[in-house]
């Protein structure tokens, strides 16, 4: 027994860290937007889910996942532009509760809307036929390829971030509106364009974790209320606004959640909440927030 | 007699920015001292170190012999500080007789109780409405403050700190914004309800300062360039430098 | 003249709510219980976002552990008076309300809200875990068979919907008069100033964490009290009563009365149970339009029900002024 508990540590470091991954994708795409606007986008987790859910369907007429794993985000990214100068920039004026209002009741929709769709029940999606076998790490360990694969992509998406944000010079603009927007639209900026990139990236990047997610947690109605609480987490563990941050803090919280599930099953659920009240207490900006 | 006021060594910094550089000041019981210096000199943050907003990065302050750097704002207003603000900082949606009545019932030190309603506390609206005549606001005490004019805003924001009936009043830039008319009620305001208290007054308007101040301390880029009495700032070498002179004409206003 | 327009019209609201279940059947007699307990959960919502401007969005955490609480209490202290044990619910309301606060509060703005979700999800998270407690998601039941022990009068039985109407309506006249006279108190003052100005009441020598975290306790008790009620009335508890789906509604509820007024929850919990009931007897998918029809208020009628009539009064009031000028 123990020693195939030795053997599993690796397994779920592994396990961890692929679904820290991928609420660093959901939650990248989230922070920059809330730093940036000020708002907190209820729905943006419900991007995700959409992501999920547009990947089953074109599984379904085009029995590729390579097809959903193109089109879906792209989807995704046009809505998230959509909501953002459609509705949020409506509810804007009358204010940050009215904001936050909105964004909670589209979550609700999205997910009834949903509901009314596919039903309730959870919807298979299979791993692509390239991605499935097992590959062999070491001694007897197996892992799958297709959590491999999603480590892979996720981390050239992330290089492709870094790389936006440090080299371009729209990442300049992002930066630069994530510090202080008023500035920035001084210094000539055209600030509102910036804010749609964002919104447009942060829900591509969501649609992207909405896809790969699919084959590996399976989809329904209510996998954004999940999301959007470790999301939430780990902006309030890494700090607003702070990319850095909030990669550090999805790392940890998918350690938490890969160990403490095995390890501390009945307490598992609210593990993450701990370590939230934890950060709370401690550093109420986050690790790594913004100062003042 | 120790001094009301003291600050030690006092310095902010902000990432590598030293707004607060070493201030050393004593401000003496009764007396009124003015806080001049150019735009960026620090005067608003020193305020804001005084009064709890900024801890200091170094150094100390003393108030009353009694250390208060580090404390939360509320312990050190509390404590008999309160100060008003360059920027309008009232409560615009509420009116301008609730304006007044927080302050009251915050200087009588009720305003968390709930063994009472607010209107049946008489005290209370008595010296809500003393304060209203004193600032001349009484004919608009219906009104909703934000939509008072500009120089009655001032007299509410004067009229919130001085409702504490604090030991030291802290007035950053009373004037700014004011017709000279106005200025000129607002300096016998001051006067007025200053008059058994420690005062200490950031202006730009040199007629204001010069009229009012037993002491000046001049500020740039946050340090103490002179302490002194009005005179003796007038003639001190370094302060004519950072103002080349135009400080001392007559009927200067420094422009903003 | 608008003071005498006001009390007649609470007195008239006052005796037909009295009068109710002499003509009602008991459908509607049933309706309007539930509509009573929850404008009493709704009111203390109002005193956190309209009175003091906190966007709570996990509010039913209040609710559920006061229900849970007194269910607890009903199956575990089969000695103890039914109205005793809707006083313990209440008060572990009241608890929950300084625990929470205690560390929601020191979060600024978007953090604070989503830490109000957090805190309830974790509490519902408990709630689903801990089957041997809570029962899990089966929830807890078994009082039905209960009485109701009212002083000098009788004893009355959980399922009495006539006597369940009656207590129902006396909290809800008690949590009413408790809740206006908090809004006049000093503290009460204190909050609507930290709702317009939050920086300067820090500045006028106020300890504003202590404040809120006293309304925190308060808005807990008033919660907590509506969920003890609520079991009572429902005969059951279950993890959905403090999920966030619970707190949306609340939100609701709010927004279509008008979430900044005092009577804004009263009003919107009465038009909230009568759409969906309306709504989910012609259709299945009554969660949705409900959602939609949120967000349409949002959009174009933020002030809900109360904004849109003071809006028209203000119109008439411009229009007579125009006419006999």
């Known amino acids: ?292 | 007699m120790t001094p009301v006021l003291r600050l030690n060594g006092v310095s902010k910094h902000f990432g590598g920015i030293h707004v607060i550089d070493d201030v050393n000041l004593e401000i003496v019981k009764g007396e009124r001292h003015a806080l001049i210096g150019p735009n960026g000199a620090g005067k608003s943050t020193l305020f804001n170190l005084i009064t709890g907003f900024y801890s200091p990065t170094k150094g100390t302050i003393h108030f009353k012999d009694r250390r208060i750097d580090g404390l939360a704002p509320y312990r050190i207003i509390r404590l008999g500080i309160a100060r008003s603000f360059q920027i309008i900082n009232i409560f615009k949606d509420m009116q301008v007789y609730d304006n007044v009545r927080n302050a009251i019932v915050a200087k009588h030190n009720y305003s968390l109780t709930v063994t009472h309603t607010l209107a049946s506390l008489n005290k209370v609206k008595e010296e809500t409405e003393y304060i209203l005549s004193r600032i001349n606001l009484k004919p608009f005490q219906k009104e909703l403050a934000g939509t008072l004019g500009y120089g009655q805003q001032r007299a509410l924001e004067m009229g919130l700190t001085i409702a504490l009936d604090p030991d030291l009043v802290l007035l950053d830039e009373p004037g700014a914004g004011l017709t000279p008319e106005e200025t000129r009620d607002v300096i016998k305001l001051i006067r007025e309800v200053t008059a058994d208290k420690t005062l200490i007054i950031v202006e730009h308007d040199m007629d204001v300062v010069f009229d009012l101040a037993d002491r000046i301390s001049v500020l740039n880029r946050g340090r103490i360039l002179a302490t002194g009495t009005p005179e003796e700032i007038k003639q001190n070498e370094s302060v004519r430098e950072v103002y080349l002179g135009s400080l001392f004409e007559e009927n200067s206003i420094q422009d903003r | 003249m608008n003071r005498s327009i006001e009390t007649f019209g609470i007195l008239l609201v006052l005796i037909l709510a009295i009068l109710y279940p002499l003509v009602a059947g008991k459908f509607h007699i049933y309706l309007l219980t539930e509509i009573m307990i929850y404008s009493i959960l709704g009111l203390s919502y109002y005193l956190l976002l309209g009175h003091t401007g906190l966007l709570s969005i996990g509010h039913a955490v209040y609710f559920g552990i006061g229900g849970y609480t007194t269910a607890l209490f009903l199956q575990r202290v089969p000695n103890l008076p039914v109205s005793l044990t809707l006083l313990i619910g209440a008060f572990s309301g009241l608890l929950a309300g300084f625990l929470i606060g205690s560390m929601v509060l020191r979060l600024t703005k978007i953090y604070f809200s989503f830490a109000t979700l957090a805190f309830s999800q974790m509490v519902w998270a408990i709630a689903w875990k801990w089957r041997g407690l809570t029962g899990g998601d089966d929830g807890l039941t078994g009082w039905s068979a209960r009485e109701f022990v009212v002083p000098f009068l009788d004893r009355f039985s959980l399922t009495n919907v006539t006597f369940l109407y009656y207590l129902a309506f006396s909290i809800t006249v008690f949590t009413i008069v408790i809740c206006w006279y908090f809004t006049r108190t000093p503290l009460g003052n204190t909050l609507s100033a930290v709702k317009s100005n939050p920086n300067r009441v820090n500045f006028l020598g106020i300890n504003i964490s202590v404040a809120k975290l006293m309304l925190f306790g308060f808005t807990g008790l008033i919660a907590g009290l509506s969920g003890s009620l609520f079991i009572l009335f429902k005969k059951m508890v279950a993890p959905n009563f403090l999920d966030m789906f619970m707190s949306f509604d609340v939100v609701v509820m709010s927004v279509i009365g008008g979430y900044s007024s005092f009577l804004g929850p009263i009003i919107g919990s009465f038009v909230y149970v009568y759409m969906v009931e309306y709504l989910s007897s012609i259709t299945d998918r009554w969660q949705l339009i409900m959602g939609v029809f949120f967000m349409l208020l949002i959009l174009f009628y933020p002030k809900g029900i109360v904004g849109m009539f003071n809006q028209f009064s203000r119109k008439l009031t411009f229009l007579s002024r125009k006419n006999y000028l």
């Open chain 1, 1 to 292: 027994m123990e020693s195939q508990l030795g053997m599993m540590i690796p397994v779920l470091f592994l396990h961890g860290l692929v679904y820290g991954m991928l609420i660093f994708l959901v939650a990248s795409g989230l922070t920059l937007v809330m730093s940036m606007m000020d708002i907190l986008n209820f729905a943006h987790a419900s991007i995700y889910m959409i992501g999920a859910f547009i990947c089953y369907q074109i599984i379904q007429w085009t029995n590729s996942f390579w097809i959903a794993l193109v089109v879906a985000p792209l989807i995704c990214g046009l809505l998230g532009i959509l909501m953002e100068r459609g509705l949020i920039r409506k509810v804007h004026a009358s204010g940050h509760v009215n904001e936050l209002l909105l964004t909670f009741g589209l979550a609700m929709v999205i997910m009834e809307v949903m509901k009314w769709i596919y039903g309730t029940n959870p919807l298979p999606v299979p791993v692509p036929p390239q991605l499935t076998q097992s590959v062999q790490l070491w001694s007897d360990v197996k892992y799958p390829v297709y959590r491999l694969f999603i480590l892979v992509l996720s981390a050239v998406v992330l290089a492709f971030m870094f790389y936006l944000l440090k080299r371009t010079r729209l990442g300049i603009s992002i930066r630069a509106c994530v510090q202080d927007g008023e500035m920035a639209h001084a210094l000539g900026t055209n600030v509102s364009i910036v804010f749609a990139t964002v919104m447009g990236i942060g829900t591509w990047l969501a649609g992207i974790a909405g896809v790969i997610v699919a084959p590996y947690l399976s989809v329904y109605p209510g996998m954004f209320s999940d999301m959007i609480l470790d999301c939430f987490a780990v902006i309030a563990v890494g700090g607003l606004g702070s990319l850095g941050g909030v990669l550090v803090a999805s790392l940890i919280v998918g350690q938490v959640q890969s160990f403490g599930v095995i390890y501390l099953p009945s307490v598992s659920i609210i593990l993450i909440y701990l370590v939230m009240v934890l950060v709370f207490i401690v550093k109420p900006r986050g690790l790594f927030g913004k100062k003042e």
